[in-house]
């Protein structure tokens, strides 16, 4: 059964950081991972979307790497500012068709 | 539409009541995704449909629970019997030709709560 985790748990750093955002997966057996954002009371906002055979995306001051072999994803954010502030989540699609979520890394950037 | 669209955005329901909640894909979008979210828990995966068709159902928590599509475009998650369980935020998604290929645009969610 495939199972994702996210590092860390939670983050507080001030304005103007760069920081990496963890996630691992247990079966590398996936069609692609995609990152969100949540933001409290809201819906998820897609952020990047890696396909299986990509090594990473960007887009803006977001970059995600992927290493399906080693199970692990990188969300690189440069520059962090305080509207950056929110739940990031990972998920995975896997061969079993199923769409599996991290638990999420709450995000606290501080002006 | 702009975006994914879900009604209502509440609903409080006796235990043991069925309650409908619907989604409304973004124009053009053939795959639409239903998750649900409950208190302090993170995001489930319930089923996806590609196009009218549903490829596995057994995301689906329990009988209780169904799912269908019609004409390619909204798609409405039935809860039979409801039970206390059963409340959390309620979201859908859709994405482009293919399922397993292209971004999820998520809407706002259902939040259900059962008394």
């Known amino acids: 059964k495939q199972e994702v985790t996210q590092i860390p748990a939670a983050l507080s750093v001030p304005e103007g950081e760069n920081l990496v955002l963890n996630c691992s997966f247990t079966d590398s057996a996936i069609y692609n991972l995609q990152w969100f954002r949540q933001d409290p009371g809201k819906g998820l906002t897609s952020l990047l979307l890696i396909q299986s055979s990509q090594r990473e995306q960007t887009s803006g001051r977001l970059n995600a790497s992927l290493d399906k072999s080693s199970g692990r994803s990188t969300l690189y954010i440069a520059a962090s500012q305080p509207g950056d502030s929110a739940t990031y989540l990972c998920a995975v699609w896997d061969y079993g068709q199923n769409f599996v979520f991290g638990p999420g890394t709450r995000l606290s950037v501080l002006p | ?115």
Request: proline share 4%.
């Open chain 2, 1 to 115: 539409g702009a975006g994914v669209s879900q009604s209502p955005s509440n609903k409080v329901t006796e235990k043991g009541k069925d309650v409908e909640l619907r989604c409304d894909p973004i124009s053009g979008h053939t795959a639409l995704y239903w998750y649900r979210q409950s208190l302090g828990q993170g995001l489930e995966f319930l089923i996806y449909f590609q196009g009218n068709s549903a490829p596995d159902k057994s995301g689906l928590p329990s009988d209780r629970f169904s799912a269908e599509r019609t004409g390619g475009s909204v798609s409405t998650l039935t809860i039979q019997r409801t039970q206390q369980e059963d409340s959390a935020v309620y979201l859908c998604a859709s994405s482009g030709i293919a399922a397993l290929s292209y971004e999820q645009y998520f809407g706002p969610g259902t939040r259900l709560t059962v008394t």
